[in-house]
């Protein structure tokens, strides 16, 4: 039983040969996207630049429902976000 060790270096992920296979890990979009902040009364904020780990929506509104169904309302009067 052989087991090849797999290093990923910060950048990105790595071949054996050295290439990288993806360049980025960090999307950026001109576009503003929603997240889930989980503050108090900005539940969900926006942003254009996100890690690759970070999910991301397109409206307030499914940011939302996504993380915060049980107090939708409160949600969708985040701060000056224009509401859902």
């Known amino acids: 039983f ?3 060790k797999l290093l990923l270096s910060l950048t990105g992920i790595t071949k054996a ?10 999307t950026s979009n001109a576009t503003p996207r ?3 902040t989980y503050v108090s ?5 926006t942003k254009t630049s ?7 929506y ?3 509104k499914e940011c939302c429902q996504s993380h915060f169904s049980f107090d939708y309302t409160a949600c969708c009067s985040s701060s000056r976000m224009g509401g859902c």
């Open 34 to 36: 929603f997240y889930p």
């Open 2 to 4: 052989t087991t090849r």
């Open 17 to 26: 040969d050295g290439k990288a296979i993806q360049q980025n890990v960090e």
């Open 41 to 45: 009364g900005q539940l969900c904020q």
């Open 58 to 60: 397109g409206t307030l």
């Open 50 to 56: 996100f890690d690759a780990w970070e999910q991301s």
